[in-house]
C-alpha cells in the first residue's frame, strides 16, 4: 500500500495550494480518505476527511477555506486550500481507512510565509 502526497510548498499569506495523495495497493473507492497536518511542536490533527460515500467533515479552523475531494477513478484524494494563514504551515499527511485497515502517506510540507 502507498499513499503518495504532492503539491505542498511555500506560499503567501491568502495564498492557495492543492495537494493531491494518490493511493495504490487498496481499493481505493471502499476508504475513507483524510488530510491531517502537524505543526512543530503539535500533535497531528484532523483537517479534512471524505467517507466512500462522500460526505465531507472539516476542522472548525479551515471550515470555509479548505475543500477535499476525491477522483475514484484516479484513486486520488484532493485538498484544495485557500486564504491561506500563517498557522497553516504544517505537514500534510493523507490517511487511508477502512474499519481495522488504516495507512498514512509521507506527508507534504507546506509553509505559509510572506
Known amino acids: 500500500v502507498q499513499l503518495q502526497a504532492s503539491g505542498g510548498g511555500l506560499v503567501q499569506p491568502g495564498g492557495s495550494l492543492r495537494l493531491s495523495c494518490a493511493a495504490s495497493?487498496?481499493?481505493?473507492?471502499?476508504?475513507?480518505m483524510g488530510w491531517y497536518r502537524q505543526a512543530p511542536g503539535e500533535q497531528r490533527e484532523l483537517v479534512a476527511g471524505i467517507t466512500s460515500g462522500g460526505i465531507t467533515n472539516y476542522a472548525d479552523s479551515v471550515k470555509g477555506r479548505f475543500t477535499i475531494s476525491r477522483d475514484n477513478a484516479k484513486n486520488t484524494v484532493y485538498l484544495q486550500m485557500a486564504s491561506l494563514k500563517p498557522e497553516d504551515t504544517a505537514v500534510y499527511y493523507c490517511n487511508a481507512r477502512l474499519r481495522q485497515m488504516v495507512y498514512w502517506g509521507q506527508g507534504t510540507l507546506v509553509t505559509v510565509s510572506s
Open positions: 495497493g487498496i481499493t481505493f473507492s471502499l476508504y475513507a
